[in-house]
């Protein structure tokens, strides 16, 4: 059974960093290109960042681009984004995913709050 | 970007009816165009992609019709499981993009 599990999130001030992680299991990760959804309160869904199998090709929206990085381990198997200068509108669940251009599994989402 | 533009927004609907959401995509993306069902407390799922294609263990009575821009989920024959948040996404180019949701409810 595939899993996905985040963790990392939580209260940050603006401005400053945060690393959320999702650890996989059920599947060969190393297989499969990666990504984070993140939906913010009340709002939908919006694609942030996408990792390809061996981590040398990675995509940003341009709202995220230079402040956060999408990186993965593929001996741990597991996920991470690095979020840098963080501001009011990161605040969301964020989600790991897999990444088949379409997302076939999800995580349960991490929660992100940035506020002072 | 491509805009993806769902409605409606919210449905109130009882179970054992049959119920429909459009999507519409501002240029046309063929057919690259997935679902996607929440329920409280549940992750995401992916219901169908390619615009019609079930996704292994979706009930028969969910159906994806649609290509280019115009779009539709169909939930034939409501079962109680069925209730909760849907959303399409375009795959056909980067970055993707997601309607803004339905919330389907319980009448």
């Known amino acids: 059974e595939v899993q996905l599990v985040e963790s990392g999130g939580g209260l940050v001030q603006p401005g400053r960093s945060m690393k959320l992680s999702c650890a996989a299991s059920g599947f060969t990760f190393s297989s499969f290109p990666m990504a984070w959804v993140r939906q913010a309160p009340t709002k939908g869904l919006e694609w942030v960042a996408t990792i390809s199998t061996s981590g040398g090709s990675t995509y940003y929206r341009d709202s995220v681009k230079g402040r956060f990085t999408i990186s993965r381990d593929n001996a741990k198997s597991t996920l991470y984004l690095q979020m840098n200068s963080l501001r009011s509108e990161d605040t969301a669940t964020y989600y ?10 999800w995580g349960q989402g991490v929660m992100v709050t940035v506020s002072s | 970007d491509v805009q993806m533009t769902q409605s409606p927004s919210y449905l109130a609907a009882s179970p054992g009816e049959s119920v429909s959401i ?29 615009g019609s294609t079930l996704q292994s263990g979706t009930p028969s009575r969910f159906s994806g019709s649609g290509s280019g ?5 169909t ?3 409501l079962e109680p499981e069925d209730f909760g948040l849907y959303y399409c996404q375009q795959y056909y180019e980067k970055p993707w993009t997601f309607g803004g949701g339905t919330k389907l409810e319980l009448k």
């Open chain 2, 69 to 73: 821009t115009d779009f539709t989920l």
């Open chain 2, 22 to 50: 459009s999507c519409k995509a501002s240029k046309s993306i063929s057919n690259y165009l997935a679902w996607y069902q929440q329920k409280p407390g549940e992750a995401y799922k992916l219901l169908i992609y390619s």
């Open chain 1, 96 to 105: 790991c995913t897999r990444d088949a251009y379409l997302f076939d599994y």
């Open chain 2, 75 to 77: 939930i034939r024959s």
